[in-house]
């Protein structure tokens, strides 16, 4: 009888499971986090704040708030990164505390509304300050004037938009270059900025202080002056009103402090991912709320609360540095 021959088979192998680099240490998923925060926002937003709260105390007090908002929201957004140290931010957490279907609908949210929105108003406002060297990049000057489509919409193209347009192409570009590529544009645009930034703040507090600002800033700091009316009954010279201004005004200081869990994102890339997350949340939050903080404290040393409200186009970073003698 012939002998019986057991031939075992092994099952298939799956798939292996496409990884990407974890080239990212904890310094450049932190410069990647104060990198996306730090933006025009910085420059801009406490103009329209002031008009709302009326005073530079709470002005001070309102930025203190956002910044107790988003470390809390770094601490807890730490902890689910790393539960879920997986690329996708947001979208994965959803998706698995929820269900697949929220997460897609985040996703393509993000991709059409959210993320885009961010990017195109950051660009805009790069445009914007650029202006401010170079008049000829200007939202009044049109390449394609407007033409109405709607009753209550116009196309155009003006410098300013297209340079926006420009600089979203040339940053996506970068980002396609690699890894390597791109954490070293990542960590000298971070750099860059931040030294801009401390730059107008050593500048505006040494530099630029004036005596008629002290007075009229820290002499008085929780009195009202020049506001700008919530609604025709209601505004921050009233406990409600200024309760009620100190919300509103968190629209234009959580804008500025955005963004700093887009490190989620990337979180495949970064070594040890469940511990270098959460220390790059915490740590960039951290130093970018200071800066801000110390920035507000620049403006209002150099400049009265009135020319921080009235501030051209709200340019007020520029107002601060054209008001140094």
């Known amino acids: 009888m012939a002998d019986k021959i057991e031939v075992q088979l092994s099952p298939p192998k799956a798939p292996s ?7 990212l240490g904890l310094f450049e998923a932190t410069m990647l986090v104060v990198g996306v925060m730090i933006g025009s926002g910085i420059f801009i937003v406490s103009a329209e704040m002031a008009r709302t709260i009326g005073s530079p105390g709470w002005l001070l007090v309102a930025w203190a708030i956002a910044g107790a908002l988003t470390i809390a929201g770094a601490l807890s957004y730490g902890e689910l990164s790393a539960m879920m140290p997986q690329a996708g931010g947001m979208y994965v957490y959803l998706r698995e505390a929820y269900s697949p279907l929220l997460g897609f609908l985040y996703g393509w949210t993000l991709f059409t509304v959210i993320q885009t929105g961010t990017s195109a108003t950051v660009a805009v406002a790069f445009a914007r300050f650029l202006g401010v060297l170079w008049p000829s990049i200007s939202e009044d ?8 489509i709607f009753s209550h919409y116009a196309v155009s193209l003006s410098s300013a938009q297209l340079l926006a347009l420009f600089i979203i192409a040339l940053l996506t570009f970068t980002n396609t270059r690699g890894l390597r590529y791109g954490k070293v544009i990542q960590n000298v645009f971070t750099v860059a900025k931040t030294g801009a930034l401390l730059a107008l703040i050593v500048t505006g507090i040494f530099l630029g202080r004036n005596a008629i600002a002290l007075h009229a800033n820290f002499g008085n700091s929780w009195r009202p002056r020049g506001l700008e009316p919530l609604s025709s009954v209601l505004d921050a ?10 919300c509103v005004s968190q629209t234009g200081s959580l804008f500025a402090a955005d963004s700093w869990h887009n490190i989620a994102f990337a979180a495949d890339e970064v070594k040890r991912p469940e ?16 800066l801000y903080l110390l920035a507000n404290i620049a403006y209002l040393v150099a400049l009265p609360l009135q020319q921080i409200q009235h501030a051209p186009a709200d340019r007020v970073g520029t107002a601060t540095l054209e008001a140094v003698p």
């Open 17 to 23: 499971k496409r990884e990407f680099s974890r080239g």
């Open 237 to 246: 010279s009233t406990s409600l009103g200024l309760f009620a201004a100190l």
């Open 141 to 148: 000057q049109y390449l394609l004037p407007p033409k109405w």
């Open 275 to 290: 511990r270098n997350v959460t220390l790059a949340m915490v740590t960039g939050t951290t130093v970018v709320i200071a």
